[in-house]
Structures are given as C-alpha cells and as structure tokens.
C-alpha cells in the first residue's frame, strides 16, 4: 500500500531535529550540557505566562476558542490592523503549510532564498510544488535582481525570510520596499519575520507598512522566539483580510490550543520582559563575535537571537567534538554549508561555555 503514496511525497525525508538535552546527557555521560541549537530565548518565557497555566489547565475538558478571539484582538491592536487580518497557526510552520495548500497547485513554482527556513521546500513538496532556490550572495545578501528574474507565469509564491535563517542576515527596508512593488501581480510575497524582535539594525525593513500600503503580502511572525513559548506552538500571519480569509479556509477548527491562547496573550503584554530578552540577546550577540573572532572564527553579522560562524575545519568534526563535550549547536552541513555552524545565543553563561569548549576543540 505504501508504494500507492502520492509520488510527490516520496522524496521528503522526516524532519530531523536537533539532539535533546537529555539524550546528549544519557549518551556521552554528561551532567551539564547547553543547548544552542534552535533559536530558543534561554531566558524562557515572561512571569506573567506562568500566571495564566494554572487558570488555562483548569478548562482542558473544554475545547478552545477556535477563532482564537482575545489573542487577535490583542495582535490587532498590538500592531494596529484589523483583526480580520490576523490568523493564528499552530506555529508559523503550520502557516507555511496551511498557505501552500491554499496557493499550490501541482507543478506551480514556489521561490525560496537559499540557504534558508527548510519548511518552505517541505511545505511546496507536500502540494507538489516546484520550489525555485534563489541563492545568497556570497556575503549572505538578497540580490533582488536574481530574485525578480526567477519570477515566472507559474510563480504562486515568494518567500523572503527576513532577519534569514541559519544566516541572520536582513533585507535593507529600501531594497525591500523596492522589491515588493516590482513583484508581479499573480505573485504573493510571503514575509517571514520570525526573528523581527531582535533585530538592531537602523535601515531594517518590515511587512507591516506594505501591508498598509496595499501590497500583496502576508507577514509571518511568531511566539516561539523572543517571547519564548516555542513548546505551545503559536505562530500567526497578518495580511489583507482577503487573504486571510482564503488561507483561514484549511485552517483545522482548533489549530491553536486553549493554554498556548492565554500565554501568548500574557506574553504579548510584558513589554519588560521583551525588552529584557532583546538585552541579553544583544549582550550575547557581542560576546559571542568578540569570542569567536579571537578563536580565529569568523561571525557573519547578524540580526537575530542566532550566528552562523565560519570555522576553520569541517564542521561536522566541530559539531561532534563540542557535542561530545556537551555543547549542542547546529551542523551547518545540514543545509549546505559545510565550513559554517549556527549557533543560538545565549545567556552570559551558556555562549561562555561554548567558548570555551571550542577553544578545547581547536586546540
Ligand atoms: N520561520 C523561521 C525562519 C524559523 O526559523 C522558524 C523556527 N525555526 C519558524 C518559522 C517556525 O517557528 P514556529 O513554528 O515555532 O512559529
């Protein structure tokens, strides 16, 4: 039965996620292991979400809001936009999902940077899409141009991710504004903005004044990486409520669950504790290129709560040797670049332990 699978699917190989803490624990006999591997905020989540648990658990015989009403409304006002234009997704990856399968018909073409967010590939191979890779320059930069010309009649779909994954790097607002408006009718843009809260970069452009402006974008963001809810799965799209509604038609009716609702709520109001999780990323972010440089590793600038490093050996040997000594960060052979690592940011102590396990390992 198995061979009467739709052919489009055969080629995905089950997402392979980093190694867990307890694992890399159990199988190298280790106490004290650090985790930079996923982007998470090691801060973990505002106090104000712990509150709420206690009340959201006391209903978990009740299904949830399946409209998902107070958290967009509370979006909506966070951002100004109507909440018609606000969808909430079980995580942004199931956005990415939910809007290959209102876009994607077999054989439309899917533009995607390269290397980026692998979810985009996954998400047009389910539909049976073509995903067409656009590749970085060699600084890690979008070349609009290359972009614009890999646009054809067939084009559903334009992803940028921006600050990008594993690379950290950003599209300048002027280049990005620019982009959008010479984007061909029949083409939606797909903006995702995963990492939009920690970036510090003065010429930075976001979705939201595209959005006002008419433009046929859909902006993803998401609770999992600087408010820190990575295990409740929220993510949400705000575009024109058009669009929203197209996407909200294979939509589950309670893709989002009642406790991840409530803390995402409580998480978006502590403006503290946001701003807390922005210092200690900065902070990091510092350490960490003074850190690496010194080991004679080269950091590509980045915009996000993660850096992809430049090492001198292969990676997958660095990779092995720092898990080996506890420290768990992300092989960037896993997406094409065999001399680079990706490393997430951490507290002052977990990105010194990484230092200085790699300064170990390159002894
Ligand atoms: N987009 C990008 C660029 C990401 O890096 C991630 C998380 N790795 C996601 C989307 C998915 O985030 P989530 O599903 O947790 O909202």
Redesign the pocket.
């Known amino acids: 039965i198995g061979s009467r699978a739709r052919p489009a699917i055969m080629g995905i190989e089950p997402y392979v996620p980093g190694k867990p803490i307890e694992e890399v624990q159990r199988e190298f006999g280790l106490k004290d292991v650090v985790k930079l591997a ?2 998470e905020n090691p801060l973990g989540p505002s106090p104000k979400v712990q509150e709420v648990l206690v009340q959201a658990a006391a209903n978990l015989h009740r299904y949830p809001d399946g409209g998902a009403v107070m958290l967009r409304r509370a979006l909506a006002e966070f951002y100004g936009v109507p909440e018609a234009g606000v969808l909430m997704g079980n ?4 956005l ?1 999902k939910l809007i290959a399968e209102s876009f994607v018909e077999p054989g439309d073409e899917v533009i995607v940077p390269s290397p980026s ?1 692998s ?1 985009y590939w996954f998400a047009t191979q389910v539909m049976a899409g073509r995903t067409v890779a656009v590749p970085l320059d060699e600084r890690f930069q979008y070349n609009p141009e290359r972009i614009l010309e890999a646009v054809t009649a067939r084009t559903k779909l334009m992803y940028l ?1 921006t600050p990008n ?1 594993p690379t950290g790097t950003y599209i300048p607002e002027k280049t990005l504004t620019d982009l959008v408006r010479r984007v061909p009718d029949h083409v939606l843009v797909v903006l ?1 903005e ?2 939009h809260e920690y970036v510090e970069a003065e010429d930075y452009g976001h979705g939201l004044p595209l959005l006002r402006e008419g433009a046929p974008v859909v902006v ?1 963001r ?3 990486k600087l408010y820190a809810l ?1 295990a409740l ?3 949400y799209a705000l575009a024109d409520p058009e669009i929203i509604q197209v996407i909200n038609r294979v939509r589950e009716p309670f893709n989002v669950n009642a406790v991840a609702q409530a803390a995402a709520v409580a998480a978006l109001g502590d403006e503290e504790h946001r701003r807390k999780s922005f210092e200690v990323n900065r902070a990091g972010k510092r350490q960490l290129y003074e850190g690496l440089e010194a080991l004679g590793c080269r950091c590509v600038p980045t915009e996000a709560n993660f850096i992809l490093v430049e090492v001198p050996h292969s990676s997958t040997a660095v990779f092995e040797s720092l898990l080996r000594r506890g420290v768990i960060v992300r092989d960037g052979a896993a997406f094409g670049l065999p001399r680079y690592l990706r490393i997430s940011i951490g507290t002052e102590a977990d990105n010194a332990r990484l230092l200085e396990e790699m300064a170990e390992v390159f002894r």
């Open positions: 996923s982007n995580g942004s990856d199931e990415i967010f979810e991710c994954n995702d995963a990492y993803l998401t609770f999992s990575a799965r929220v993510g």
